[in-house]
């Protein structure tokens, strides 16, 4: 009996709140919205302006106009304006410069929402075209500026020629606003290619130095000169400033912009770079995208391998990748003294083993520089961050040595001093990192040069 009643509460309870409910949800709306022209033109890289005229015709209150900007359907743009009360309403979109993609027919698409979500949607033809610049700058990072022209054949191929006396020289592109009120637009290096909006500076090599012609094309951001010679020039001119190279296995290499980097005190990494009697260097590791961040403090480079997006290279479990040392404070490059280990993470503190080909791995430390024969206690990862780590034998990640120098010890998979073996300052050691066969385990070889 109890039950009963109990349900037959909860019943009538249910209905109450579902009339409840009825009575206080918005009656379904009607929404309209229209506009006076049913075509716009725009230029990329400058903005459209619309107006719209909002109403109900079933008396509901408005909520919302949504504007969105489709190129061949993909969302490019957007903007949500309130809509208090009927009416006219106007926006100002942007018109995204894109490389590549043709002139064509953009879609504007305005959607009127009511407060009981009912909604309209008004789509109006955007007819988008690329500017065609009367000139563009080119801007040297020598604080140089140069006016450059439009091909007669390629509205969107400039040119100029520019004095310098370097063969190697950098700087980004800039024009004026597509259209009056609009904003200049910037073609420069964001670490990866050349962007829009971006003032990083493109590198450029020249076959011979003065009267040098600098070329872009502001529909593919195609640039030159990109000469290739037997040797390539790297400028390096900026202390700290890290540059992503696409660098070549067996290829040299001169390093220019500081004169630092020609003195016996700079540290060329002899695991990434091997020194040539002309005074250039053979790289070393295997071909592929690089950070180079010179610390002119120091005289070094800090070197590791990037993905294509510019994140540090990672261990991968096909046993490609990249492999990084974290550790004490008696091991790092140039010098242990210099750059103060102490198991920080991050790429400017941990050391990425240059990757030489058929997944193997090395570094070359000597003692009394890059290691301290008193604070041997250091790890390999997987990426400069906690994370992956070759631990303890039969773990996902070890690594198995014979050598009679460094031992991995059990508990924790560290480097250690092998049993009964000493260091003497001005020792190189050379280790090698073989993952061909995967990880569990991975193999060490230690060799004394």
């Not at 592929?288 to 261990?315: C, E, M, Q, W």
């Amino acid at each position: 009996m109890k039950s009963i009643k109990y349900i037959f509460t909860l019943l009538m309870a249910a209905a109450l709140l579902t009339a409840c409910s009825d009575d206080d949800s918005p009656s379904a709306g009607s929404p309209v919205v229209t506009t006076a022209t049913e075509q716009l033109e725009a230029l990329m890289g400058d903005s459209i302006s619309f107006t719209a005229n909002c109403s109900n015709q079933a008396g509901v209150a408005l909520s919302t106009l949504k504007a969105e900007l489709y190129y061949d359907g993909e969302r490019v743009s957007e903007q949500t304006i309130r809509t208090k009360t009927e009416g006219d309403y106007s926006g100002r979109l942007s018109v995204p410069y894109f490389p590549v993609i043709p002139n064509g027919t953009a879609e504007l698409r305005l959607t009127l929402q009511d407060v009981s979500m009912a909604t309209a949607v008004k789509s109006i033809s955007v007819n988008v075209k690329r500017p065609e610049f009367a000139s563009l700058s080119f801007v040297s990072a020598d604080g140089n500026t140069y006016t450059m022209t439009p091909d007669a054949d390629d509205p969107y191929q400039f040119s100029a020629h520019i004095s310098t006396p370097l063969t190697v020289f950098r700087g980004y592109f800039r024009a004026d606003a597509a259209s009056p009120g609009g904003q200049p637009l910037t073609f420069g290096w964001d670490g990866t290619a050349v962007a829009i909006n971006n003032t990083g500076n493109i590198s450029f090599n020249a076959e011979d130095a003065n009267n040098v012609t600098v070329t872009f094309n502001t529909r593919y951001f195609t640039y030159g000169p990109q000469y290739v010679p037997s040797i390539a020039l790297l400028l390096f001119d900026t202390d700290g400033e890290a540059q992503l190279l696409d660098m070549v296995q067996g290829r040299s290499y001169r390093f220019e912009g500081n004169d630092a980097m020609t003195t016996d005190e700079w540290y060329y990494d002899p695991d990434y770079l091997t020194p040539n009697a002309d005074g250039s260097f053979t790289f070393n590791a295997i071909s592929g995208r690089y950070s180079f961040t010179p610390d002119f403090g120091n005289k070094y480079f800090r070197i590791h391998p990037v993905a294509a997006d510019g994140s540090p290279l990672t261990a991968q479990l096909d046993g490609s990748g990249c492999i990084w040392i974290i550790g004490s404070a008696g091991i790092n490059k140039p010098t242990w003294q210099a750059v103060n280990h102490g198991w920080w993470t991050g790429v400017e503190n941990d050391l990425a083993l240059a990757p030489i080909g058929n997944k193997k791995y090395q570094v070359t430390l000597t003692v009394g520089k890059q290691l301290n024969a008193a604070d041997v206690n250091f790890k390999f990862f997987g990426q400069p961050n906690w994370g992956v780590e070759f631990g303890a034998p039969n773990s996902n990640f070890y690594l198995t040595t014979d050598n009679p120098y460094f031992a991995v010890n059990d508990a924790d998979g560290n480097i250690k001093l092998a049993e009964g073996a000493a260091l003497a300052d001005g020792e190189t050691y050379v280790f090698t990192i073989d993952c061909s066969a995967g990880f569990k385990p991975a193999t060490l070889t230690v060799v004394k040069k």
